[in-house]
């Protein structure tokens, strides 16, 4: 009987020191995150909630000083195919967007995306469609601004985002005077797959025939395979996409586009955008359609050799953006507003 007593007292015990170590450890956990955040630098802007049905939406609005009937730029893009935000996103939102619009007069809005940052919902869950949907609801958001001309709101997409940009383009025109596409593909997803392992096995030596034997092999094997298993955030995320194709939505945009590729991006490559929009195109480019090509640029539009690669336990990586870009991008969104 005693030994009964004495072995409840001591699981007691254990369990008492048990929780008082999972509090510890919380509190621990806690006190680190916080302290994370605190020393995360401070966006600039106005930080803004809104929402698409069920999912909240964080943002920023950056409004010039004379804040009245004012033209505003949406931003979509700068994350890894697996739905983290690259380092290089806040760097190309600085340079490129908030150090050159604002202080002409153009404000700028940028958000995370659904289930990124301190947005809700589910990234790798999501389509095409309910991420055009998250930027349709962005663009309701500004439109209830009292300082924001709803008749001039911008929409510009970074890489994938760039489809986004696109969809809501061709499906809401009266939203947007007019749509951005910067590194997107003008291709279907599966082919933009190929071209990114391609670009890999090129630049791991392979001579281009090789190259793409072998992406379009491991393409179809990767696709195959998530479709089964679609397992991860990025497995389901590229599940989800692998059928999209731009080609209905480009065909359906009537209002001013402007698409921008580098020379040395390896997930677009030139000349493969260039014969996707013949083979959409036969009879030439629509007359709203502006086309060009960068050299030496690469998917964030920095200087850089072929193959390079940017460093991912860093986000200070700074590197020298294409002065041809910047102007090209700059004189056609002035241009339109």
Same mark, same amino acid.
């Given at each position: 009987?005693?030994? %009964?007593?004495?072995?409840?007292?001591?699981?007691?015990?254990?369990?008492?020191?048990?929780?008082?170590?999972?509090?510890?450890?919380?509190?621990?956990?806690?006190?680190?995150?916080?302290?994370?955040?605190?020393? =995360?630098?401070?966006?600039?802007?106005?930080?803004?909630?809104?929402?698409?049905?069920?999912?909240?939406?964080?943002?920023?609005? #950056?409004?010039?000083?004379?804040?009245?009937?004012?033209?505003?730029? #949406?931003?979509?893009?700068?994350?890894?195919?697996?739905?983290?935000?690259?380092?290089?996103?806040?760097?190309?939102?600085?340079?490129?967007?908030?150090?050159?619009?604002?202080?002409?007069?153009?404000?700028?809005?940028?958000?995370?995306?659904?289930?990124?940052?301190?947005?809700?919902?589910?990234?790798?869950?999501?389509?095409?469609?309910?991420? $055009? /949907?998250?930027?349709?609801?962005?663009?309701?958001?500004?439109?209830?601004?009292?300082?924001?001309?709803?008749?001039?709101?911008?929409?510009?997409?970074?890489? /994938?985002?760039?489809?986004?940009?696109?969809?809501? $383009?061709? =499906?809401?025109?009266?939203?947007?005077?007019?749509? #951005?596409?910067?590194?997107? &593909?003008?291709?279907?997803? &599966?082919?933009?797959?190929?071209?990114?392992?391609?670009?890999?096995?090129?630049?791991?030596? /392979? @001579? &281009?025939? %090789?190259?793409?034997?072998?992406?379009?092999?491991?393409?179809?094997?990767?696709?195959?395979?998530? &479709?089964?298993?679609?397992?991860?955030?990025?497995?389901?995320?590229?599940?989800?996409?692998?059928?999209? =194709?731009?080609?209905?939505?480009?065909?359906?945009?009537?209002?001013?586009?402007?698409?921008?590729?580098?020379?040395?991006?390896?997930?677009?490559? %030139? @000349?493969?955008?260039?014969?996707?929009?013949?083979?959409?195109?036969?009879?030439?480019?629509?007359?709203?359609?502006?086309?060009?090509?960068?050299?030496?640029?690469?998917?964030? *539009?920095? #200087?850089?050799?072929?193959?390079?690669?940017?460093?991912?336990?860093?986000?200070?990586?700074?590197?020298? *953006?294409?002065?041809?870009?910047?102007?090209?991008?700059?004189?056609?969104? *002035?241009?339109?507003?």
């Amino acid at each position: 009987m005693r030994k %009964t007593v004495c072995s409840k007292q001591k699981m007691r015990l254990f369990i008492f020191k048990a929780i008082v170590r999972f509090f510890i450890l919380a509190l621990f956990v806690m006190f680190f995150s916080h302290l994370s955040r605190a020393q =995360t630098p401070d966006v600039p802007g106005e930080e803004v909630v809104f929402k698409n049905g069920d999912v909240i939406l964080n943002g920023h609005l #950056v409004l010039p000083d004379s804040s009245e009937n004012v033209p505003v730029l #949406v931003f979509l893009g700068g994350l890894y195919e697996w739905g983290d935000v690259h380092p290089q996103r806040p760097v190309f939102i600085k340079e490129i967007l908030l150090d050159v619009f604002p202080k002409s007069g153009i404000g700028v809005f940028f958000y995370d995306p659904r289930g990124t940052g301190e947005s809700t919902g589910r990234w790798g869950r999501a389509t095409m469609t309910d991420f $055009a /949907e998250d930027a349709k609801a962005a663009i309701h958001y500004l439109d209830q601004r009292r300082e924001v001309d709803p008749q001039r709101i911008g929409i510009i997409g970074l890489g /994938e985002e760039g489809w986004v940009a696109q969809i809501v $383009a061709a =499906t809401a025109p009266e939203l947007v005077k007019f749509v #951005v596409s910067l590194g997107t &593909s003008p291709f279907d997803a &599966s082919r933009q797959l190929v071209n990114e392992y391609h670009s890999q096995y090129v630049c791991n030596g /392979e @001579d &281009s025939t %090789t190259a793409l034997q072998k992406a379009e092999q491991k393409a179809l094997s990767h696709q195959n395979w998530v &479709s089964w298993l679609p397992l991860t955030k990025s497995w389901r995320h590229m599940n989800n996409k692998r059928n999209f =194709t731009p080609a209905p939505y480009l065909k359906e945009i009537q209002i001013p586009a402007l698409f921008v590729f580098g020379e040395n991006d390896g997930q677009v490559y %030139t @000349d493969w955008a260039e014969q996707a929009f013949q083979e959409l195109f036969p009879g030439g480019l629509p007359d709203n359609f502006t086309v060009q090509n960068i050299t030496g640029a690469n998917h964030f *539009f920095h #200087v850089v050799e072929p193959c390079y690669e940017y460093p991912r336990e860093s986000g200070e990586t700074r590197l020298n *953006f294409s002065f041809r870009f910047k102007e090209i991008f700059r004189n056609w969104i *002035f241009k339109q507003l």
